[in-house]
């Protein structure tokens, strides 16, 4: 088996360095020479079983080896103490649900997690997609926070981001020519959905729903393809995508509502830290 390394027998040793010798590390580590230099010769002939110091005139200073261990103690006491810190604050410790439609997963998720994970390392976060609707219902014992769309004047909880819905077709097709056009949209019930069918509709264009899915990644897919059209929020527009507006013959959409829910009997600290790292995530 392999041998472990008492951390008391590291605090003195770095004690030594620190003060410059074994009178002044006694002080600070408040215990006796004598059990100073008995940590020092276990430490030397039992655990490393080589020399950590040698003497020149009156000072002790560090061996080859002794410099080595230097900065790996240093390294497990820092450990050792950010371990016992974290952990005995219960608070810096948990678990978080979040409900999230699949829509800003990748747009916003992974700047929000990362950013949390570095202030709340020992947190768990347990994230569920499910369409807007869905996380409505949920949201009551089922999760503490929940990202969700709504329309602009009917807002619940705490907003993140108004933003404009716009039509997209594919860069490489001329999809938005056909007729009847095919859309690709939000399975019902979507608010959404609604807006762009009833816009067509007062337009006076023929249109069909060609495709339905709750996952915004379907929906990017298909639009991707040169199969449809669809409508969604501009800050999810992505690469290979185009815009398009009555210049197109399009007519305008009305803008939507990203907000925060949180959950009426959660009030941990965990969960407001995660709260307060969407928002900021939302901002940038």
């Not at 768990?124 to 926070?145: F, M, T, Y």
């Not at 999809?175 to 399975?187: C, G, I, N, Q, V």
């Amino acid at each position: 088996m392999l041998q472990t390394i008492d951390h008391e027998l590291l605090r003195t040793f770095v004690a030594i360095v620190d003060h410059g010798g074994f009178t002044r590390a006694a002080q600070a580590v408040n215990r006796t020479q004598s059990a100073v230099s008995m940590q020092i010769k276990r430490l030397e002939e039992d655990v490393i079983q080589r020399q950590l110091f040698e003497r020149q005139g009156r000072q002790m200073l560090l061996t080859s080896e002794g410099a080595t261990l230097l900065g790996y103690a240093r390294r497990i006491l820092d450990l050792h103490g950010e371990a016992l810190t974290m952990l005995r604050q219960p608070d810096m410790v948990g678990k978080v649900r979040l409900g999230v439609p699949d829509d800003y997963v990748m747009r916003f998720l992974p700047g929000i997690l990362k950013s949390f994970s570095h202030t709340w390392p020992l947190v768990d976060v347990e994230v569920q997609c499910a369409p807007s609707s869905e996380l409505i219902n949920r949201h009551k014992g089922q999760l503490d926070l929940s990202i969700v769309t709504r329309e602009v004047g009917h807002e619940i909880g705490e907003i993140l981001l108004q933003d404009q819905t716009v039509w997209v077709v594919a860069e490489s097709h001329a999809t938005h020519r056909h007729s009847p056009l095919p859309l690709a949209l939000f399975e019902e019930p979507c608010f959404c959905r609604r807006h762009a069918c009833n816009a067509l509709t007062r337009a006076g264009l023929s249109y069909r729903v060609a495709y339905s899915s709750p996952s915004l990644a379907t929906l990017q897919a298909v639009v991707g393809a040169g199969l449809a059209v669809s409508a969604w929020m501009k800050s999810l527009v992505t690469p290979g995508m185009r815009i398009l507006d009555e210049a197109d013959g399009f007519p305008p959409l009305p803008d939507a509502s990203i907000v925060l829910l949180r959950a009426p009997d959660t009030h941990s600290p965990v969960v407001e830290g995660l709260a307060q790292h969407i928002v900021e995530g939302f901002r940038l």
